[in-house]
T-cell receptor, first 113, second 112 residues
Framework: GDSVTQMEGPVTLSEEAFLTINCTYT??????LFWYVQYPGEGLQLLLK?????DKGSNKGFEATYRKETTSFHLEKGSVQVSDSAVYFC????????????FGRGTSLIVHP | DGGITQSPKYLFRKEGQNVTLSCEQN?????MYWYRQDPGQGLRLIYY???????QKGDIAEGYSVSREKKESFPLTVTSAQKNPTAFYLC???????????FGDGTRLSIL
């Protein structure tokens, strides 16, 4: 079946540091790929998406590129802020025609001033 | 603004009691989902519905029930058969399988 693997957290950074959160996947067909962010006590919010190979999703300084050859969708940001502290989830959907998305376990990011 | 509304935000259950969590969306989405999230854990799918009057079990459906009588509504009942119901419950919807999900703000269920 489909799966999404994210790097384990927590990831702890100082403000203005460079962020990478790794995400790799296995899936049938050509799924869409997503990054979601969850702040404490809230639901998940879509951060960015990519629907086909080599697409780059971007939002609020975050970027991720859909790499079919390496089955990866790593999240990056050039300079993190304290307000970026949250849990980040990588996910895929549409694989093999399924309506059921597959989520990674989430990576907690803690940014210190 | 369109979105998903979950209520209540906090809910307490007594022993042997069934409780119902509400989920309403005005996004005109066909598909709706219920997830359970335990502290420090990812999301686990309880039930999902692709269309009105149809729903399917997810990975952890035991002790839960749902209905989908209207497109806008997908309530989740946590029955007394669910022995460990304390968790954060999230409802989501999507317009189709290749599009992202929209999530509500969740309901936190605890045992009295």
């Amino acid at each position: 079946g489909d799966s999404v693997t994210q790097m384990e957290g927590p990831v702890t950074l100082s403000e203005e540091a460079f962020l990478t959160i790794n995400c790799t996947y296995t899936a049938t067909g050509y799924p869409s790929l997503f990054w979601y962010v969850q702040y404490p006590g809230e639901g998940l919010q879509l951060l960015l998406k990519a629907t086909k190979a080599d697409d780059k999703g971007s939002n609020k300084g975050f970027e991720a590129t859909y790499r079919k050859e390496t089955t990866s969708f790593h999240l990056e940001k050039g300079s993190v802020q304290v307000s970026d502290s949250a849990v980040y989830f990588c996910a895929l959907s549409g694989s093999g025609g399924s309506y059921i998305p597959t989520f990674g376990r989430g990576t907690s990011l803690i940014v210190h001033p | 603004d369109g979105g998903i509304t979950q209520s209540p935000k906090y809910l307490f259950r007594k022993e042997g009691q069934n409780v119902t969590l509400s989920c309403e969306q005005n996004l005109n989405h066909d598909a709706m989902y219920w997830y359970r999230q335990d502290p420090g854990q990812g999301l686990r799918l309880i039930y999902y519905s692709q269309i009105v009057n149809d729903f399917q079990k997810g990975d952890i459906a035991e002790g839960y029930s749902v209905s989908r009588e209207k497109k806008e509504s997908f309530p989740l009942t946590v029955t007394s058969a669910q022995k460990n119901p304390t968790a954060f419950y999230l409802c989501a919807s999507s317009i189709d399988k290749n599009q992202p999900q929209h999530f509500g703000d969740g309901t936190r269920l605890s045992i009295l």
